[in-house]
């Protein structure tokens, strides 16, 4: 496994070709789970935000706010988590 690995990724710059290997997939993993934990979120947060605006018009302006904060803390948690991936991809070689 490790050296079928190696032969994969292959040792650029003389860096050993399993960490190499090892830096991709925590890169591919930090930005898969940073996308799809907030996108669930923002897709749950949008759904109930509609559904009390049906059920309460007036409290519409509130709940606006509300949710436009709520999803740009979540966005921020995708914005980290790219961060994330790009630190781990500059650390490659």
Request: hydrophobic share 55%.
């Amino acid at each position: 496994m490790i050296k079928t690995c190696n032969q994969s990724f292959g040792a650029r710059k003389g860096g050993n070709g399993l960490t190499t290997g090892l830096i991709a997939i925590a890169a591919a993993i930090a930005i898969a789970v940073s996308t799809i934990g907030p996108a669930l979120g923002q897709g749950n947060a949008a759904a109930r935000a509609l559904e009390g605006t049906a059920r309460q018009p007036e409290a519409a302006g509130p709940i606006r706010v509300s949710m436009i904060l709520a999803l740009a803390f979540m966005e921020a948690l995708t914005i980290y988590g790219l961060l994330i991936a790009f630190m781990l991809l500059g650390r490659m070689g």
